[in-house]
């Protein structure tokens, strides 16, 4: 099946610093979408990006499908955007649910 | 208020007791999933419904099993024959299947005893 690879793992930043995070995945997707999690364990859904750039806020994020990685981008960081965020894929075949990497965990000192 | 719901939040097993996860969403959406997380690790897929009365396995099937008799509900029974039942139990849903947006649940938090 489809591999989803995201770093880095852990990333600690002050507060008002920029990051970037990276997902890079093994086949062709159908579907790409990024979560934050917060610490109840929420999924809070940020982008769907199979391709392309878009921006909410603070946040954007950009699909280069062609080269297989989405990067998230954070832009001026506050401490509530501490938390683990994830890629998910859905490549078409096989089971019709999401493939998630491991996540990258994110901790914004004040 | 549209959105998913899962009961209970925290939930306590005996070793050998079946119990049952609830997941119920009014957002008319055709499809439902259920993922498993354990400590620093992404989801992984346990089953999915595209219509109901229809289900399929997803990666991690066994031990577990699901009904979808309604549109709006999927629960999941962790079945004694799960040999490690302790993690954060997420349902999800997407209008339809193939790829559509999915919307998480807030999660069960289940520890087996």
């Known amino acids: 099946g489809i591999q989803v690879e995201q770093s880095p793992p852990d990333l600690i930043l002050q507060e008002g610093a920029n990051s970037t995070l990276r997902c890079n995945f093994s086949?062709?997707?159908?579907?790409l979408q990024w979560f934050h999690q917060n610490p109840w364990g929420q999924l809070i859904n940020l982008f769907y990006?199979?391709?392309g750039t878009k921006q909410n806020g603070r946040l954007s994020a950009t699909t280069v499908a062609t080269e297989r990685y989405s990067l998230l981008y954070i832009s001026s960081s506050q401490t509530t955007d501490s938390g683990v965020y994830f890629c998910?894929?859905?490549?078409?075949?096989?089971?019709?649910?999401?493939?998630f990497g491991k996540g990258t965990h994110l901790i914004i000192q004040p | 208020d549209g959105g998913i719901t899962q009961s209970p939040k925290y939930l306590f097993r005996k070793e050998g007791q079946n119990v049952t996860l609830s997941c119920e969403q009014n957002?008319?959406?055709?499809?439902m999933y259920w993922y498993r997380q354990d400590p620093g690790q992404g989801l992984r897929l346990i089953y999915y419904?595209?219509?109901?009365?229809?289900?399929q396995k997803g990666d991690i099937a066994e031990g577990y099993s699901v009904s979808r008799e309604k549109k709006e509900s999927f629960p999941l029974t962790v079945t004694s024959a799960q040999k490690n039942p302790t993690a954060f139990y997420l349902c999800?849903?997407?209008?339809?299947?193939?790829?559509?947006?999915?919307?998480f649940g807030p999660g069960t938090r289940l520890t087996v005893l």
């Open positions: 990006i199979p391709s």
């Open positions: 419904s595209q219509i109901v009365n229809d289900f």
């Open positions: 998910a894929v859905y490549s078409g075949g096989g089971a019709d649910g999401l493939t």
């Open positions: 999800a849903s997407s209008l339809a299947g193939g790829g559509d947006t999915q919307y």
């Open positions: 957002l008319n959406h055709d499809a």
């Open positions: 086949d062709s997707v159908n579907n």
